[in-house]
């Protein structure tokens, strides 16, 4: 298998699916579909979808019933970016080198915009009641894309982020744990989960995969902590060193570069080897997981 | 039938409801969950899941399944005002005479506890599947609420608005009444229509109700814009004469006080005639339909 090749075919075919499943740019409130569309496909790595549908074929999953939630998965991270950006928020004027939504369309239509992707993510994963797939799956699906997305998940995630922001140094790592399984691990389990249920995987099945998705996500995390240490503004198409300027506690301000590359390290292989113990077969999920802690942007 | 009597004892137990659905103010986001249920519990006349109850009655529904809907609806129509209210969009410090959301928790805490209200009335309108609801309605349901929602709905209305109010007062009837339709009578299209559909209601019937609650929201609105010329602050629980303050086109400016008056009461008229075309009954919701445009605030 040659990763880098495989891996540029399923992130054309997510594209395309994503496009096939965005709104029209017609009728009165044709501002907010443009500024929606503009922020989906500023491009990005589309980790999230790619994640639900390997997961969806480790567990033997060969219908479209999983499209919808893949296309509904990148607008829920698609918006909770818009909104972070957003003045009140972070402040970012750039995103994987463009210019932010609000800075683009103003800040009413970003707020909006923001809304209307959360919003929409849900009609389309909806969808999923169009397809044959069972409705029972289909339901639990959706209750975990809501639950991981919201106050329980992504949203639970950054408020504790924003308070974290006033604490400065005083930042525990226990605190700083539930921020990044909240705000970025929560979307990495509901992708790979909802991939396992409505393959048809068992309770306990669901339940490795949600363990896996959790060391995955924190470890994708710490990359991101460590590459704004390490990185470029030209490689990672957004200023580096912001951790910093921003005070901020990080995994890597918290336990010094070395300590948090080790453990991230571990946290990686510790995902690979659980999901090794299903005895189930996707060489390339594999591949991709190790490859999220190699990444350099 | 005593309606004030009658109308207390509904919106009284829409309260212990809603507080039954609200989360717990707990954890590392208690601050976000705090800003959401100060958003709801600010009171208001709890209109839509009300609507959506009596109109799951007039069809013979006498589940609880219709009860997690009712939370999800004012959840979103919660959420729209909270952000509605932001300083980027109308910059509104008082809503139901108390300070605003963002004036209470800041702007950062109030878009997120938008987001989190929108995403938590998903999660609680899916708990439609723990119950023992025919999910074939539940899902048509959870279709009409996203829709309606959303940018061919009440986000659509929200855009709509924003540029007219960069047009001034060269905003068509046209135009205002998609904003009407969208913004207002959306979110009680789908209230009604849900609590059809949960109750069994065939297509044609769900079709008259879409049809009367178009009309109902549309002369719910208009009757918002007369309150803004005729009420008072004191009445109103938030500052009156906003619209010509802002330059804005509304039915009243648009029609004269006069003529708007009078169709708002036709289009009341017309959706209880089409409501009572459908030969069912209940006089409660007759009244209630009747009494929106004669409210006082």
């Known amino acids: 298998m040659n990763f880098n090749e495989e891996m540029t075919k399923r992130t054309e075919s997510i594209e395309v699916l994503l496009k096939k499943y965005l709104p029209k740019e017609e009728g009165w409130q044709k501002n907010v579909i443009e500024a929606m569309n503009y922020s989906v496909t500023a491009g990005g790595k589309r980790l999230r979808p790619m994640l639900m549908q390997e997961t969806y074929k480790l567990f033997g999953g060969e219908g479209t019933e999983i499209e919808p939630f893949m296309a509904a998965m990148e607008m829920i991270h698609t918006y909770s970016l818009v909104h972070d950006d957003l003045p009140a928020m972070d402040n970012d004027e750039y995103r994987r080198g463009r210019k932010t939504t609000h800075v683009v369309y103003g800040e ?16 389309t994963a909806l969808k999923v ?39 400065g140094s005083k930042v525990t790592q226990e605190h700083l744990l539930f921020i990044h399984e909240h705000k970025t691990a929560a ?48 490689t990672l198409g957004k200023p580096v060193g912001s951790d910093e300027k921003n005070h901020k506690t990080t995994y890597v301000t918290l336990k010094g570069i070395e300590t948090a590359s080790r453990e991230q390290k571990e946290m990686s292989a510790h995902a690979i080897c659980l999901l090794q113990s299903l005895e189930l077969e996707n060489d390339f999920l594999m591949e991709l997981i190790r490859s999220l802690i190699t990444r350099i942007k």
């Open 108 to 123: 009413a239509m970003a707020i909006l915009a923001g809304d209307g992707l959360l919003n929409f993510a849900f009609e």
């Open 129 to 167: 009641f169009e397809t044959d797939a069972d409705k029972t799956r289909a339901a639990r699906a959706l209750a975990v894309l809501a639950k991981k997305a919201g106050i329980y998940g992504m949203i639970g995630g950054q408020t504790a982020d924003i308070e974290a922001e006033n604490l």
């Open 187 to 234: 979307l990495i389990q509901a992708s790979m989960m909802i991939g396992a249920i409505l393959a048809g995987a068992s309770d306990s099945q669901i339940e490795v995969v949600e363990e896996a998705a959790y060391d995955i996500g924190v470890a994708f995390q710490i990359q991101d902590d460590i590459l704004d240490v390490t990185s470029t503004l030209e």
